[in-house]
T-cell receptor, first 114, second 112 residues
Framework: DAGVTQTPRHEVAEKGQTIILKCEPV?????LFWYRQTKIQGLELLSY????????DGGAFKDRFKAEMLNSSFSTLKIQPTEPKDSAVYLC????????????FGKGTRLTVV | QQKVQQSPESLTVSEGAMASLNCTFS??????FRWYRQHSGKGLEVLVS????GEKEEGSFTAHLNRASLHVFLHIREPQPSDSALYLC????????????FGTGTSLLVDP
């Protein structure tokens, strides 16, 4: 089992650029999550998909953040345009059904916006 | 809205000495409690999940839940330097395991 795979592991962007982060969930999992992790705020939910349908789209992140799930094995998170305050670790996670099953996390993408 | 706080923010223990981490939450109707570990530059690794009051042991990790006092503890028995990491508490409502609310974590350093 390959687990949750995220690419790239590190990304450096200039303010105003568009960046796209990628995630492959665990094979067979129906739920996919995008989180942002900072030291001050901890982990914050950005988006939640169930069977490819967007179930939750974090209110504070709607304007410049867009997550998509084109098929059951691939998701992207687009940030457009990037701002220095977007510098954080972006974690993707998946679970079988999101009710009481375990949530498995990827290693994250560390984004630095300069 | 669920609030989850962890203490202490950082903790240093000697190798082999018990480490105890604390997590408090605000919603007594919460049913799912998980402890995760995150090594530097890595993803989150689930250590133990607990769904009812009492204790749950997984290897050297024991979670202790007391919903009346709004606390869930993590005890690490005989920690090793390889256990040095960020420990995160996550809480979610019953049947909505995906709605995880995380604390900001306790950074544990185990001195050899």
């Amino acid at each position: 089992d390959a687990g949750v795979t995220q690419t790239p592991r590190h990304e450096v962007a200039e303010k105003g650029q568009t960046i796209i982060l990628k995630c492959e969930p665990v094979s067979g999992h129906n739920d996919l999550f995008w989180y942002r992790q900072t030291k001050i705020q901890g982990l914050e939910l950005l988006s939640y998909f169930r069977s490819k349908s967007l179930m939750e789209d974090g209110g504070a992140f709607k304007d410049r953040f867009k997550a998509e799930m084109l098929n059951s094995s691939f998701s992207t998170l687009k940030i457009q345009p990037t701002e220095p305050k977007d510098s954080a670790v972006y974690l993707c996670a998946s679970s079988l059904d999101g009710r009481d099953t375990e949530v498995f996390f990827g290693k994250g993408t560390r984004l630095t916006v300069v | 809205q669920q609030k989850v706080q962890q203490s202490p923010e950082s903790l240093t223990v000697s190798e082999g000495a018990m480490a105890s981490l604390n997590c408090t939450f605000s919603d007594r109707s919460s049913d799912n409690f998980r402890w995760y570990r995150q090594h530097s530059g890595k993803g989150l690794e689930v250590l133990v999940s607990i769904f009812s009051d009492g204790e749950k042991e997984e290897g050297s990790f024991t979670a202790h839940l007391n919903r009346a006092s709004l606390h869930v503890f993590l005890h690490i028995r005989e920690p090793q330097p390889s256990d040095s990491a960020l420990y995160l508490c996550a809480v979610s409502p019953s049947n909505m395991g995906y709605k995880l609310t995380f604390g900001t974590g306790t950074s544990l350093l185990v001195d050899p």
